[in-house]
């Protein structure tokens, strides 16, 4: 402090830095409540919405990315069995085919039935489609009915369609005597959404045909060597392929 000698009285000089103004008359926590009392602008909430929007988003689609990806597996796994199921079936029932062998089988003649053990592979059209059938006698018999009798059954593997127009493939199994074959509900399904069914029959040359009658000269009284399955099951806009070869276990040769 310094003094000034005027006329008129003596005044006191005190600088700037003595003098303190308070720049607020509210305590900082009175400041901070005032803040928030005062809410989140429009902006802020749009943006807080856009980000819970894309969040939200992103789950739910990871979430029907899993669930198409694992009833896509279920129906592959599905379809896959069932053909899986239906080839081994078919190569059972072949592995154990029944022949007649020379000179206990003889040719037909006119008027004589047919052998019962014959081996018939035959392509049918339908509706555009071909309808392949195989009929042969095997050890591979299974009893539906209460009595389970064993003994060597003919079998039949035949196509269907159904209501909608789709191919399901069945499987006759009789004992002796054998019936006249036709379709009969109580034929067990094998397989639902064939697309395709096909046999081919190799002879001992190595020539393959798609149909057979071993009751025929033209293929020699005899029976194939191998035969080739191929079944095509659909499942919406997939195709399971699923083929297998057979060498028989019992053979009738060509005549001469």
Known sequence: ???????????????????????????????????????????????????????????????????????????????????????????????????????????????????????????????????????????????LSPSRRDGIAEIVYYLQTDAAGRLRLKRADHLYPYPRFEERSSDPTLCENVKSLAFEFVDAEGTAMEEWDSESAKYGYATPVRVAVRLEVAEADETYVFQTTVALPMLRRKSG
């Open 1 to 143: 402090m310094t003094e000034n000698r005027r006329a008129g009285g003596v005044f006191s000089a005190f600088p700037l830095s003595a003098f303190r103004f308070p720049t607020s008359t509210l305590p900082p926590s009175t400041v901070a409540r005032s803040r928030a009392a005062a809410g989140f602008t429009l902006l802020e909430i749009l943006v807080a919405v856009f980000i819970l929007a894309v969040v939200i988003t992103t789950v739910l689609a990871s979430f029907n990315m899993v669930f198409s990806t694992t009833g896509v597996l279920e129906a592959s796994a599905t379809v896959f069995e069932s053909g899986k199921t239906t080839l081994n079936r078919i190569v059972h029932d072949l592995e154990n085919v029944f022949v007649l062998d020379r000179p206990i089988y003889k040719p037909p003649v006119v008027d004589s039935p047919p052998d019962p053990h014959r081996l018939q592979g035959s392509v049918d059209s339908f509706g555009g489609m071909r309808l392949a059938k195989l009929r042969f006698t095997s050890r591979a018999h299974v009893p």
